[in-house]
């Protein structure tokens, strides 16, 4: 077993041990830019596109519920999941408990806010459109570019053989000419967090992918990616240093070609040239555009270097589907007698309105409101029921994320530690009575009153048992499923009326001891908040898109 095992050993005792550079303070004032900035790229506009009003979070979110009838994607449809999940869609201006309230209000510092989730608020994740000819632009590959809401082309010619050769792992690979493309540009992330942000950014991965799969399951479009690849060559076709950016997942689309296509032309001045067909013969030509760094000084961390090549090792060596079984969630031996939940429901929000309206509450929760058990119950079953479909999975995933809560002010229910059996949808009682105190004690901000919110979920993953089963590349998933499960749990909630917010800043020790995981090899990924806000908090609307 490779370095993986000691990185997330070294990740879970960090508040006891603490990681190097232990004296780390980042250069703020040398910060990147929140996305890549790619110069003389010709830039496409993205369409404007509808949500239909039965697009729920009910259907997007919620296991169990009647698949839609199969459809494709199209440019609309592209251009709005997009936009309803990395886009920029607004801006933060509500007064709450985070250190960087002052800067708010400054235009150069402001924070534009996006559907998904990111750790630190960083938003690492680059997403590219491999683009065949049955798409609606030229064949070629496109930067999607937040900021603008626009495609930036960044090579011209059909270069998607190269892709599912690449996703084929030595196979003939998916059957389209349609592919996203997510890689991570580490020192995004890295300048704030070092060593530790390998953690952050796996995770990342998976806000991103969940917001997809949510609003594409409620339109009957499927996103499943695949994480093990030829990265590599995808790095070589991408033009990107693979030190500087790992590429995590490849999303198949299925596409309507039944759109008009955009006539091929020259490129208008593009430096990229066409490709030798979509066959993947010979190598795959190289994005020559290059991301414009915005720091001066871009530094290097061993451990994330340690990690990052550990991860990227054997990427074609795509685990059979059986692989997983044995990481599965198991039940915690000696729990009490399963308390019933009511059956999870949301009101009638569309996935695109729970995005657009998501936000982390910063300190603004207020116990005077408990949360009801049915609003306890959809946000439980929401989070346990995701999974992101990977190739590493068979069809429908494996459920490798379970979660407990700590239930603070929920009516109808002691405050305690809860297991959450899925398949009974019911809460198994682990540890009696109240545990703000235990809660806040090991929280490392100071921007939450975590015993003020109705209830703390906590996703577990057998994470030694994953690695075991699928290798150090294993790291990735689980960092993708649990942060996929944070976002489910951000649009369920926004969804329910309730406030929320996920945390990694917590001493996970602590938690795996409070619950006695180590009977089960659980390891606590996240802390997951929820419950009432105060009435009317201070805020301004400020809605760009
Ligand atoms: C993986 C992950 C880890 C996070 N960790 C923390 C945390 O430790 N403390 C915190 O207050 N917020 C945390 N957040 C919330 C982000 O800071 C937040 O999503 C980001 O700043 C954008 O703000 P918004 O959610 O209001 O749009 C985390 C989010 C994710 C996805």
């Given at each position: 077993m490779g370095y993986a095992r000691d990185y997330a050993d070294a990740i879970k005792h960090r508040a006891r041990v603490p990681m190097e550079p232990a004296d780390f303070v980042p250069d703020w004032a040398d910060r990147p830019r929140k996305g890549k900035h790619y110069p003389g790229t010709e830039s496409f506009p993205l369409p404007e596109s509808d949500y239909p009003s039965g697009a729920t979070a009910e259907a997007g979110c919620l296991p169990g519920r009647q698949p839609l009838p199969e459809c494709s994607f199209t440019l609309p449809l592209l251009s709005g999941m997009l936009r309803d999940s990395y886009g920029l869609v607004g801006r933060r201006l509500g007064v709450q408990a985070n250190s960087d309230l002052a800067a708010l209000p400054h235009y150069t510092q402001t924070n534009w806010s996006r559907g998904t989730a990111s750790g630190g608020g960083l938003y690492p994740v680059s997403v590219y459109w491999a683009c065949g000819p049955s798409g609606p632009l030229a064949p070629g590959v496109y930067h999607y570019s937040n900021q603008q809401h626009a495609m930036q082309r960044l090579l011209t010619g059909d270069v998607t053989g190269h892709v599912r050769k690449a996703a084929g792992c030595?196979?003939?690979?998916?059957?389209?000419?349609q592919f996203l493309i997510l890689g991570v540009k580490y020192w995004q992330n890295s300048f704030k967090y070092n060593s530790f942000s390998f953690h952050v950014v796996s995770m990342d991965i998976g806000t991103v992918l969940q917001s997809w799969r949510m609003w594409a399951r409620a339109r009957g479009l499927r996103i499943e990616p695949a994480m093990w690849f030829d990265e590599p060559r995808l790095n070589r076709l991408l033009g990107t240093a693979e030190e500087e950016e790992g590429v995590f997942a490849v999303v198949p689309l299925t596409w309507d070609s039944g759109g008009s296509r955009e006539p091929?032309?020259?490129?208008?001045?593009?430096p990229g040239r066409p490709a030798a067909g979509g066959t993947g013969a010979g190598e795959p030509p190289s994005v020559r555009h290059r991301d414009v760094e915005l720091s001066r000084r871009v530094l290097s961390f061993g451990i994330l270097e340690r990690v990052r090549e550990a991860t990227a090792a054997?990427?074609?060596a795509r685990p059979a589907p059986a692989a997983l079984a044995g990481a599965e969630a198991v039940p915690l031996p000696g729990t009490g007698d399963p308390l019933p939940l009511p059956p999870p429901r949301t009101g009638p929000m569309t996935v695109r309105e729970a995005l657009r309206g998501r936000r982390s509450s910063f300190g603004r929760f207020d116990a005077r409101r408990p949360v009801s058990a049915e609003q306890l119950g959809t946000a439980l079953a929401a989070s346990a029921g995701v999974t992101l479909e990977t190739d590493a999975e068979p069809p429908g995933g494996r459920r490798l994320v379970k979660l407990y809560a700590f239930l603070n002010h929920v009516e109808g229910f002691e405050p305690g530690a809860y297991e959450y059996d899925a398949d009974a949808h019911a809460l198994r009682p682990v540890v009696p009575g109240p545990h703000g105190e235990f809660l806040q004690r090991n929280?490392?901000?100071?921007?939450?009153?975590?015993?003020?919110?109705g209830a703390v979920l906590v996703p577990t993953v057998r994470t030694e048992a994953v690695l075991d089963a699928v290798g150090d590349r294993g790291y990735r998933l689980y960092g993708a499923t649990t942060g996929a499960v944070s976002q489910a749990f951000y649009t369920v909630c926004t969804a329910l009326g309730l406030g929320c917010g996920v945390a990694l800043g917590f001493d996970n020790v602590s938690y795996a001891e409070r619950l006695g995981l180590e009977r089960t090899g659980e390891t606590p990924l996240l802390i997951m908040l929820l419950g009432h806000e105060r009435s009317r908090p201070a805020d301004f609307r400020h809605e760009i898109a």
């Amino acid at each position: 077993m490779g370095y993986a095992r000691d990185y997330a050993d070294a990740i879970k005792h960090r508040a006891r041990v603490p990681m190097e550079p232990a004296d780390f303070v980042p250069d703020w004032a040398d910060r990147p830019r929140k996305g890549k900035h790619y110069p003389g790229t010709e830039s496409f506009p993205l369409p404007e596109s509808d949500y239909p009003s039965g697009a729920t979070a009910e259907a997007g979110c919620l296991p169990g519920r009647q698949p839609l009838p199969e459809c494709s994607f199209t440019l609309p449809l592209l251009s709005g999941m997009l936009r309803d999940s990395y886009g920029l869609v607004g801006r933060r201006l509500g007064v709450q408990a985070n250190s960087d309230l002052a800067a708010l209000p400054h235009y150069t510092q402001t924070n534009w806010s996006r559907g998904t989730a990111s750790g630190g608020g960083l938003y690492p994740v680059s997403v590219y459109w491999a683009c065949g000819p049955s798409g609606p632009l030229a064949p070629g590959v496109y930067h999607y570019s937040n900021q603008q809401h626009a495609m930036q082309r960044l090579l011209t010619g059909d270069v998607t053989g190269h892709v599912r050769k690449a996703a084929g792992c030595g196979g003939t690979g998916p059957d389209t000419d349609q592919f996203l493309i997510l890689g991570v540009k580490y020192w995004q992330n890295s300048f704030k967090y070092n060593s530790f942000s390998f953690h952050v950014v796996s995770m990342d991965i998976g806000t991103v992918l969940q917001s997809w799969r949510m609003w594409a399951r409620a339109r009957g479009l499927r996103i499943e990616p695949a994480m093990w690849f030829d990265e590599p060559r995808l790095n070589r076709l991408l033009g990107t240093a693979e030190e500087e950016e790992g590429v995590f997942a490849v999303v198949p689309l299925t596409w309507d070609s039944g759109g008009s296509r955009e006539p091929a032309g020259d490129g208008g001045g593009v430096p990229g040239r066409p490709a030798a067909g979509g066959t993947g013969a010979g190598e795959p030509p190289s994005v020559r555009h290059r991301d414009v760094e915005l720091s001066r000084r871009v530094l290097s961390f061993g451990i994330l270097e340690r990690v990052r090549e550990a991860t990227a090792a054997d990427p074609e060596a795509r685990p059979a589907p059986a692989a997983l079984a044995g990481a599965e969630a198991v039940p915690l031996p000696g729990t009490g007698d399963p308390l019933p939940l009511p059956p999870p429901r949301t009101g009638p929000m569309t996935v695109r309105e729970a995005l657009r309206g998501r936000r982390s509450s910063f300190g603004r929760f207020d116990a005077r409101r408990p949360v009801s058990a049915e609003q306890l119950g959809t946000a439980l079953a929401a989070s346990a029921g995701v999974t992101l479909e990977t190739d590493a999975e068979p069809p429908g995933g494996r459920r490798l994320v379970k979660l407990y809560a700590f239930l603070n002010h929920v009516e109808g229910f002691e405050p305690g530690a809860y297991e959450y059996d899925a398949d009974a949808h019911a809460l198994r009682p682990v540890v009696p009575g109240p545990h703000g105190e235990f809660l806040q004690r090991n929280y490392f901000l100071a921007n939450y009153n975590l015993e003020q919110s109705g209830a703390v979920l906590v996703p577990t993953v057998r994470t030694e048992a994953v690695l075991d089963a699928v290798g150090d590349r294993g790291y990735r998933l689980y960092g993708a499923t649990t942060g996929a499960v944070s976002q489910a749990f951000y649009t369920v909630c926004t969804a329910l009326g309730l406030g929320c917010g996920v945390a990694l800043g917590f001493d996970n020790v602590s938690y795996a001891e409070r619950l006695g995981l180590e009977r089960t090899g659980e390891t606590p990924l996240l802390i997951m908040l929820l419950g009432h806000e105060r009435s009317r908090p201070a805020d301004f609307r400020h809605e760009i898109a």
